[in-house]
């Protein structure tokens, strides 16, 4: 998108003009002729910040940064497995993201095919609760784990072998790593009980002997597939089955289902044996197309059995199951002498009949005529085969003169969806039904190229071809959002405009895995231009935030990795955001180096601020003993020339199928404080129950010899040095900083199938601070209890909806809440989805008797085109009630927030 | 005193027999009187259930699933059983599964779909192959003919839920109602009679 073709959506000439004189940031965004957006969440920060996906073997790990803590409750997969959803509590800190009310981001992070995942969605329902969205592309099974700074929640997913990745990368060409496992990879492939253990490099897979008569099925070159270096695996049964009889053989190797035809195209390299057929058979299973990768058919189970041992490392989930007639005649009608061509594809769900016309059916009126011929010809230009399908099928089942064309492009649309045998019984059909029709000779040859393309082989591929890098992977997000906010403070007052923006992200990630060394880099920024005049009471003035701008050189084996630029970490000791430096170093597999420095980023609207630095370094022991890892570090950190902070930690884990526990120390060896001591733990029993722990201690805001700055009229140490020595600055930042300790314990557990209940209690207490330096105490808050009861029904009304009761009480010393939050998804088909929710809260101050009472409706609309968009229109009141002892004030808040994403 | 040692040594050898009885979950082996065919199934099959609360919220539906092998002459053939009951009172309303074709499952993360037929057709002239008698009597019964390979992976991964078609395309999602009892004689670590 260029800015010449944003420009309409902002109406007034002096955001334009502002624009121009904007940061170097949206001088790089606008190079890139993509300025993008954020929602209204986006303005003060993001639930998620950022997802990283990783795979080693068959496990892919995604770590999904909070931006802000939460604590793990409960896990349940939904929809089939294919969702996965996370409850979440967040913490007092999350209120900066959206003000505390209800709130919701999606993000499709770059390398999802790693992991089989599709997008990652968060739903905040206000403080204590909170839902995280996961859809994978196909059932997963997964273990959660969250890391000790609650700022990290890592989902490890079991991907034996049918994900795309470990498909497309062939046998002999599996990284032949000489070590034992690396640090990363070692526990999890051992969790994989049933994944055959990987052979020695050079034994490649498992080859028969026996010549093969026909040629094999050959993919065509890919970076990943070098064809030269990978034998097609050659497969034969016993020698009675090598003729195969068609009257008795039904038996067939599922070798694997995918949801992603792509996948299957080009087809694998398996040479079938003489007489056996490899063909895809696509299934609907709960609105979900499968494709399913077939070889058959085998006299019997023991034939297949022998068939399989071939294939079981390259395809560990194969089964042997049994062919439906249909689905035996229809592979048979193929002869596997091309080398290229797409697979054959059986509909298990529709013979391959040519469409009939329905004598019965009454003729279409024109008018319906050219509607449904205008739809088949706009799906078939946008590749969307069913819908064109669909359209051209209507279009032959009536009678009338349209029926020519129309089968003939049904039987185009079969032809480039792959589906070649109804591809060729439409065409043959249309030659016997219009011999006469002009277009004979067309659809003549349309046919016979159906037919030569299975006989005709290809050249055989050269071996130097596919011996190169693989392609460069672009990902790139971007969204736009309009938002406006209008408040009424007083009913006698004028209802007066506070936002009117034009929120804009980008996201952009673009990567390259080599031979020996992999390559990526991302940007992920922001830009608010705020369309309100500089004179009204909201205007705040056109904004831009980077979140991350960050370049990643490693070897391609995973020993090394360097990652420099605008990151972010919460681990190993370092305190967040930060322009710099993170290299990582695998010392032996189980032995990992973490060398980090930089400058801390204390906002993202600022450039590179190097008034404070740190460096920091971290060992990570994997395993040291059973589940358990372990991670030391020391980080350092100046300000203004003045030691900030020296620290020493450590980070202790546990993980295991059902349980995991995390601790983190970190304590200043200067100041001599322990700052932070924080345990978390999860048991999960099998009859899902889950229980939840969590202490945490620690000083707030962690101490630095920066907190000196707080309350004074000064922004730098510097200034402060001026009137203060070291040492009593020092002493002064202690005085600014407060102790704080949060006690939550949590059961989650289902009540019956599509309900789910969870219980939270948290006790937190927070202390005061003294008074010095001319800056007043601060008096202690006391301890503040709160409980949240939360009823989670799934599937209640139709599939895949979600519905949320949510009640949460709070008290303290000085206050009293109750909140009751509804929310709940509803889809409309499978793209577009309604999220109504109300909220309900009383707030009650319990020295003066005052109340806040919010009455919070809102509804969101989304929907997902076919064309990588999703367009979200979102409209909500804010009714409160304040009441004193002697008066009552009415306000009223009304948004609107639409827009778009688009992922590309 | 003797005695009440025998009595509570009688009690205590009891439990534990019948707690062997409970979970070792045997073969049971029968022939079909008119056809000679010999047949083979597992102790208990797997149960599933949905409740209705429009109906009740104390009764379900229930779907099982249980493994057969028949031997005629040593050629052997597998099949998975499927048993459709009910304790729910929908009145004039048809039973879920009436007329069901398809049952699917995800195993290990690959949809198994297996197309239905009505077990007594399934076994042609072998009347007497009725491999389960669940506590809820099956108003129903199919059949698909399997692998063992299959049957094998059934058990082992024991699917957390299944789903039930009817040709007219309306389904229905059962969830596992209990654990999945072991199918010896199919089982993973078990070699082929």
């Not at chain 1, 002009?438 to 005709?456: F, I, K, P, T």
């Not at chain 1, 992920?524 to 991350?548: F, I, N």
């Not at chain 1, 980070?651 to 404080?673: G, K, N, P």
Request: glycine fraction near 8%.
């Amino acid at each position: 998108m260029t800015m010449g073709r944003i420009s309409p959506m902002e109406p007034h000439p002096r955001v334009f003009l502002r624009r121009c004189r904007t940061s170097w940031t949206v001088s790089l965004m606008a190079a890139l002729g993509l300025v993008g957006l954020a929602p209204p969440a986006l303005t003060q920060g993001r639930f998620i910040d950022d997802v990283q996906i990783t795979r080693s073997g068959g496990v892919a790990t995604i770590d999904i940064q909070l931006g802000c803590p939460m604590r793990y409750v409960a896990d349940m997969p939904t929809d089939a497995g294919l969702l996965l959803e996370v409850r979440m509590a967040p913490f007092d800190d999350c209120r900066r993201i959206a003000g505390g009310g209800i709130a919701s981001e999606m993000l499709r992070p770059p390398n999802t095919q790693l992991a089989d995942l599709v997008e990652v969605e968060y739903e905040s329902l206000g403080i204590g609760d909170g839902t995280m969205f996961l859809r994978f592309e196909r059932p997963v099974s997964y273990r959660i784990m969250q890391l000790g700074n609650l700022r990290t929640l890592r989902i490890e997913v079991d991907l034996p072998d049918a994900s795309r990745l470990t498909e497309l990368v062939p046998d002999a060409q599996q990284p032949t790593d000489d070590r034992p496992a690396d640090a990363g990879s070692a526990p999890a492939e051992e969790r994989q009980s049933g994944q055959p253990a990987p052979e020695s490099p050079d034994a490649g897979p498992p080859v028969s002997r026996l010549p093969i008569t026909e040629a094999p099925i050959t993919e065509t070159p890919s970076a990943e597939q070098p064809p030269a270096e990978t034998p097609p695996v050659e497969l034969r049964a016993q020698t009675r089955s090598t003729a195969v009889d068609p009257s008795a053989a039904d038996y067939m190797i599922n070798l694997m289902s995918t949801r992603d035809p792509d996948v299957l195209d080009p087809p694998p390299q398996i040479a079938a044996a003489d007489g056996q057929r490899l063909y895809v058979s696509r299934i609907e299973v709960d609105g979900i197309t499968w494709h399913r990768l077939r070889l058959g058919f085998f006299r019997s189970e023991a034939d297949a059995q022998t068939a399989l041992a071939a294939l079981r490392e390259r395809y560990p989930r194969a089964w042997i199951g049994r062919a439906e007639p249909a689905e035996i005649g229809y592979a048979r009608e193929f002869e596997f002498t091309r080398k290229s061509a797409p697979l054959p594809v059986f509909s298990a769900d529709a013979p391959a009949e040519p469409t009939p016309l329905d004598t019965d059916a009454e003729p279409l009126p024109a008018t319906r005529v050219a509607e449904l011929e205008r739809l088949g010809r706009e799906a078939l230009l946008d590749q969307d085969y069913a819908a064109a399908i669909e359209a051209y099928t209507k279009l032959v089942a009536a009678p009338g003169e349209h029926r020519a064309s129309a089968r003939e492009f049904l039987g185009l649309a079969y032809e480039r969806r792959g589906d070649i045998v109804r591809a060729r019984a439409e065409y043959r059909r249309y030659l016997e039904e219009f011999a006469d029709s002009a277009d004979v000779v067309r659809v003549r040859q349309r046919l016979a190229g159906l037919e030569l393309r299975d006989v005709v082989p290809e050249a055989p591929l050269r071996a130097g071809e596919t011996e190169r890098e693989g392609p460069w992977d672009l990902n790139t997000s971007v969204a736009q959002y309009y938002r406006r906010d209008q408040n009424q403070f007083d009913p006698d007052q004028p209802e007066i405009t506070t936002l009117s923006a034009l929120f804009s992200d980008l996201d952009f990630y673009l990567g390259r895995a080599g031979r020996k060394v992999d390559f990526s880099t991302r940007i992920s920024a922001s830009y608010m231009s705020d369309l309100l005049e500089e004179d009204e009471p909201g205007a705040r003035g056109d904004r831009h935030r980077v979140s991350y701008a960050y370049a990643d050189v490693g070897a391609s084996d995973g020993r090394w990795s360097t990652r420099l630029g605008r990151q972010s970490l919460h681990t190993w000791g370092v305190l967040g955001r930060f322009d710099g430096l993170h290299f990582a170093y695998d010392l032996t597999p189980r032995k990992e180096l973490h060398v980090t420095a930089g400058y801390p980023v204390e906002s993202t609207r600022d450039s590179v601020q190097t008034d404070r630095s740190f460096y920091g370094a971290a060992i990570e022991f994997g395993e040291i003993f059973g589940d358990w890892n372990l991670a030391t570090y020391v980080n350092s950190q100046t300000i203004d020339g003045v030691d900030a902070r020296n620290a020493v930690g450590t980070e202790l884990r546990y993980f295991d199928e059902r349980r995991s526990f995390t601790s983190t120390i970190d304590y200043d060896v200067d100041f001599e404080e322990l700052n932070t001591l924080l345990m978390l733990g999860t048991w999960r029993f099998p009859n899902r129950l889950t229980l939840s722990m969590l202490y945490d201690d620690r000083l707030s805001p962690i101490l630095t010899t920066r907190n000196a700055l707080i309350g004074q009229p000064v922004s730098t140490v510097d200034e402060l040095l001026l009137v203060w020595s070291d040492e009593e600055i020092r002493q002064i930042a202690v005085d600014r900083t407060a102790q704080s300790r949060t006690v939550t314990l949590g059961i989650a557990t289902p009540l019956a199938e599509r309900l789910q209940l969870n219980l939270d209690f948290t006790r937190a207490e927070i202390s005061g601070t003294i008074e010095s330096a001319g800056v007043a105490a601060i008096p202690e808050l006391g301890a503040q209890n709160f409980a949240s009861m939360s009823l989670v029904g799934t599937g209640l009304l139709k599939g895949g909806d979600v519905n949320i009761l949510n009640f949460r009480v709070g008290e303290s010393e000085t206050f009293r809440t109750g909140i009751v939050t509804w929310d709940s998804r509803f889809p409309l088909g499978r793209r577009i989805r309604f999220n109504p929710r109300i909220r309900y809260a009383v707030w009650e101050g319990v020295a003066d008797g005052r109340q806040r009472t919010t009455v919070s409706p809102m509804l969101r609309f989304l929907m997902d085109t076919r064309n990588h968009y999703r367009v979200e229109l979102e409209v909500g009141i804010d009714r409160q009630l304040r009441t004193t002892t002697v008066d009552e004030t009415e306000a009223t808040g009304r948004f609107v927030n639409f827009g778009y994403r688009a992922n590309f | 005193m003797v005695r009440k040692r025998i009595r509570d040594g009688l009690i205590f050898c009891s439990l534990v027999l019948a707690a062997g009885c409970g979970s070792s979950g045997g073969v049971r082996e029968r022939a079909d009187a008119a056809t000679g065919l010999t047949w083979v199934a597992a102790s208990e099959p797997g149960v599933y259930a949905l409740t209705d609360p429009r109906y009740s919220r104390a009764a379900r539906d229930y779907v099982y699933i249980g493994p057969v092998e028949t031997n005629a002459q040593g050629m052997r053939q597998y099949y998975l059983w499927v048993g459709v009951g009910s304790t729910l009172d929908r009145g004039l309303l048809p039973s879920t599964g009436q007329n069901a074709s398809r049952i699917t499952m995800l195993i290990d993360g690959e949809p198994i779909v297996l197309d239905l037929m009505p077990w007594a057709q399934l076994m042609g002239g072998a009347t007497s192959i009725e491999p389960y008698d669940p506590p809820v009597r099956p108003l129903v019964e199919y059949g698909s003919r399997v692998t063992r390979d299959l049957l094998t992976r059934i058990n082992t991964h024991a699917p957390a839920a299944l789903r039930l078609a009817d040709r007219a395309g309306e389904s229905r999602q059962f969830f596992a109602w209990s654990p999945m009892p072991r199918w010896a004689g199919f089982a993973a670590d078990e070699n082929p009679r």
